[in-house]
């Protein structure tokens, strides 16, 4: 007998599942059912594949099993009806268009067929739509995430409800509630119009931030559950950035992801510690992906409209391009967060602007500025306006002050590894009175 | 965001007046309550964990004592007003949501369907740290 080669089918079951989606809503309408049926047939083959190996056409074996699938719901679904005593006259729309199971299927994306009626570059397009669909602003943010996460990124329920580290079945629901909202507001299968495309767009892309930032942020010690998180956000934001090569948003988010990451192996310690990015080993960072966020960024910076995704992974590569803290380009830094403030009005951006303008010209330059934010109801009693106050205390030599704003942060936080490092802050600063 | 919601249920009513001394299709009507709130939180995709409490008189306070061996007391809380009688652990959108699901939870049936307006703690649950800057 012969070793059956090596499966790696995930990456490209995860990478066929819009296309696959989109080809099914195409012919059969019905997105949550579709969605299910994808699901049925990627399971399928993470059965089969590994023993039967990778078909020739791999994206047509996954539509076809996903059309049987769909057939056979709407089969049961007719029956159901007929016995619910719901006379059918004719038989629905769906099951006139459905070619007999073992047709060929490649005629579904004929033009004019399908809610859409396009053919050339369908399944582009495809994965585009759906993500505009799963990160419709009629969902929770939660919701908009599970859903993004199965349908565009084709991960399985039990996948995402491990990452979030909810029960399956809370999961499930939640991603079945947010397709029901979607049908019931009647979002259509088709790309925004142009009117409300930049919206549109920008929603999607806080997803896909989201996304990353509850696998990035949480990648502490072995939780590579989590960690797969920032991967996937990593690979769906560079999927639409290559449908999209022309937006600059779309570019700086993903250099902002990929020259963030760059530091995650650096920004934790053995037990799981945080390491803030003046104290963090550089050596560990990692120059592949640092190499291609600032050629991402410097490409994209001078091409045209600027936006908050852009900035901050300039910032990023500031950081980033700092062979030790000491040489940070802070001027260069204090200079983009002004931008940034001027473009939202975000008290985090405030903040960062604050300690950008303490390392330029000193920590009362930046104590002046936190003043303002304290009036700013947003951050009444945040641990971070504390947790910069005490760091730029600590940096004027005022320890005793440093000392009640971390203390101060560390019981407002929520998060285990910033309350520890906040309190070892403190601690340390009371051993050297 | 995650949220547990502490129902805190009055010591002394427990016995006195509290669900034992109630009439049966009361406590049915509590119990259904509950029941329904829990099954509302999973279709909502919201429900993480939810456990009641068995009675406080059996509870008991554990100290390590010599050798880490434990020291079992009936501890302080004897005096307590209230005891700790359930908990939910969801996973929700905002704060104001939590405090909605636990309002609801508050408002429980009690004798003759009278809301029993339980006090109910809600803690957030502590997660990753944010992104660094």
């Given at each position: 007998?012969?070793?059956?080669?090596?499966f790696t089918g995930e990456h490209l079951l995860r990478d066929l599942a819009p296309q696959v989606l989109g080809a099914v809503i195409r012919r059969f309408g019905d997105f949550a059912a579709a969605e299910d049926a994808v699901q049925e047939a990627l399971l399928a083959a993470t059965l089969q594949w590994p023993e039967q190996g990778v078909p020739d056409n791999p994206r047509g074996w996954l539509i076809q099993v996903a059309a049987r699938r769909m057939i056979d719901h709407i089969r049961s679904e007719l029956a159901r009806r007929r016995r619910d005593g719901v006379v059918v006259m004719h038989d629905p729309p769906e099951l006139q268009v459905v070619p007999a199971p073992d047709d060929p299927l490649h005629t579904s994306l004929e033009p004019g067929f399908g809610s859409a009626g396009r053919a050339l570059d369908g399944e582009q397009d495809d994965t585009l739509i759906l993500l505009f669909m799963c990160?419709h602003?009629?969902?929770?943010?939660?919701?908009?995430?599970?859903l993004t996460l199965r349908a565009v990124g084709g991960l399985t329920t039990?996948?995402?409800?491990?990452?979030?580290?909810?029960?399956?079945?809370?999961?499930a629901?939640?991603i079945s509630?947010a397709k029901e909202r979607i049908k019931s507001s009647g979002v259509p299968f088709r790309l925004p119009?142009?009117?409300?495309?930049?919206?549109?767009?920008?929603?999607?892309?806080?997803?896909?931030?989201?996304?990353?930032?509850?696998?990035?942020?949480?990648?502490?010690?072995?939780?590579?559950?989590?960690?797969?998180?920032?991967?996937?956000?990593?690979?769906l934001?560079?999927g639409?950035?290559n449908l999209?090569?022309?937006?600059?948003?779309?570019?700086?988010?993903?250099?902002?992801?990929?020259?963030?990451?760059?530091?995650?192996?650096?920004?934790?310690?053995?037990?799981?510690?945080?390491?803030?990015?003046?104290?963090?080993?550089?050596?560990?960072?990692?120059?592949?992906?640092?190499?291609?966020?600032?050629?991402?960024?410097?490409?994209?910076?001078?091409?045209?409209?600027?936006?908050?995704?852009?900035?901050?992974?300039?910032?990023?590569?500031?950081?980033?391009?700092?062979?030790?803290?000491?040489?940070?380009?802070?001027?260069?830094?204090?200079?983009?967060?002004?931008?940034?403030?001027?473009?939202?009005?975000?008290?985090?951006?405030?903040?960062?602007?604050?300690?950008?303008?303490?390392?330029?010209?000193?920590?009362?330059?930046?104590?002046?500025?936190?003043?303002?934010?304290?009036?700013?109801?947003?951050?009444?009693?945040?641990?971070?306006?504390?947790?910069?106050?005490?760091?730029?205390?600590?940096?004027?030599?005022?320890?005793?002050?440093?000392?009640?704003?971390?203390?101060?942060?560390?019981?407002?936080?929520?998060?285990?590894?910033?309350?520890?490092?906040?309190?070892?802050?403190?601690?340390?600063?009371?051993?050297?009175? | 965001?995650?949220?547990?919601?502490?129902?805190?249920?009055?010591?002394?009513?427990?016995?006195?007046?509290?669900?034992?001394?109630?009439?049966?299709?009361?406590?049915?009507?509590?119990?259904?309550?509950?029941?329904?709130?829990?099954?509302?939180?999973?279709?909502?995709?919201?429900?993480?964990?939810?456990?009641?409490?068995?009675?406080?008189?059996?509870?008991?306070?554990?100290?390590?004592?010599?050798?880490?061996?434990?020291?079992?007391?009936?501890?302080?809380?004897?005096?307590?007003?209230?005891?700790?009688?359930?908990?939910?652990?969801?996973?929700?959108?905002?704060?104001?949501?939590?405090?909605?699901?636990?309002?609801?939870?508050?408002?429980?049936?009690?004798?003759?369907?009278?809301?029993?307006?339980?006090?109910?703690?809600?803690?957030?649950?502590?997660?990753?740290?944010?992104?660094?800057?």
């Amino acid at each position: 007998m012969t070793t059956p080669p090596t499966f790696t089918g995930e990456h490209l079951l995860r990478d066929l599942a819009p296309q696959v989606l989109g080809a099914v809503i195409r012919r059969f309408g019905d997105f949550a059912a579709a969605e299910d049926a994808v699901q049925e047939a990627l399971l399928a083959a993470t059965l089969q594949w590994p023993e039967q190996g990778v078909p020739d056409n791999p994206r047509g074996w996954l539509i076809q099993v996903a059309a049987r699938r769909m057939i056979d719901h709407i089969r049961s679904e007719l029956a159901r009806r007929r016995r619910d005593g719901v006379v059918v006259m004719h038989d629905p729309p769906e099951l006139q268009v459905v070619p007999a199971p073992d047709d060929p299927l490649h005629t579904s994306l004929e033009p004019g067929f399908g809610s859409a009626g396009r053919a050339l570059d369908g399944e582009q397009d495809d994965t585009l739509i759906l993500l505009f669909m799963c990160c419709h602003p009629a969902l929770t943010r939660p919701s908009a995430i599970a859903l993004t996460l199965r349908a565009v990124g084709g991960l399985t329920t039990a996948e995402i409800a491990n990452a979030f580290l909810v029960p399956e079945a809370t999961m499930a629901q939640r991603i079945s509630r947010a397709k029901e909202r979607i049908k019931s507001s009647g979002v259509p299968f088709r790309l925004p119009t142009d009117r409300d495309r930049s919206e549109r767009l920008g929603a999607v892309l806080h997803v896909l931030y989201l996304i990353f930032n509850e696998g990035y942020t949480s990648s502490i010690g072995p939780d590579l559950q989590r960690r797969d998180l920032a991967n996937e956000a990593i690979r769906l934001t560079r999927g639409v950035h290559n449908l999209l090569q022309g937006d600059g948003e779309v570019a700086g988010l993903l250099a902002l992801m990929l020259l963030t990451d760059a530091r995650r192996l650096a920004r934790t310690g053995p037990d799981g510690e945080l390491i803030p990015l003046a104290e963090q080993d550089r050596t560990r960072w990692d120059r592949h992906a640092i190499a291609e966020g600032v050629a991402l960024i410097s490409d994209t910076l001078p091409r045209g409209a600027i936006g908050a995704y852009q900035l901050q992974a300039a910032i990023a590569a500031l950081h980033d391009e700092a062979a030790r803290a000491a040489d940070t380009d802070w001027p260069q830094i204090l200079a983009l967060y002004g931008l940034l403030k001027r473009m939202s009005d975000n008290p985090m951006v405030s903040l960062n602007h604050a300690i950008a303008a303490a390392m330029v010209n000193g920590p009362a330059a930046g104590l002046q500025l936190l003043t303002s934010l304290d009036a700013d109801k947003r951050m009444a009693g945040h641990y971070r306006l504390d947790a910069v106050r005490a760091h730029l205390f600590e940096m004027a030599g005022d320890h005793q002050s440093a000392i009640a704003h971390y203390r101060a942060a560390a019981r407002r936080t929520a998060s285990i590894p910033e309350r520890n490092y906040l309190t070892t802050k403190a601690a340390r600063l009371v051993k050297d009175l | 965001m995650k949220y547990m919601l502490m129902m805190h249920a009055p010591r002394a009513g427990w016995t006195k007046a509290g669900i034992g001394t109630w009439p049966p299709e009361d406590v049915q009507a509590h119990i259904r309550f509950m029941k329904g709130l829990n099954k509302e939180l999973k279709e909502a995709g919201e429900f993480v964990g939810a456990e009641g409490l068995a009675d406080a008189e059996a509870a008991r306070v554990v100290r390590a004592g010599k050798n880490g061996a434990p020291e079992v007391t009936d501890g302080p809380f004897a005096e307590a007003k209230e005891f700790l009688a359930g908990y939910w652990i969801v996973d929700v959108d905002s704060t104001e949501r939590a405090y909605a699901i636990a309002a609801r939870a508050s408002a429980a049936p009690g004798k003759a369907g009278v809301p029993l307006n339980m006090p109910i703690e809600v803690r957030q649950v502590m997660s990753a740290p944010p992104v660094d800057m």
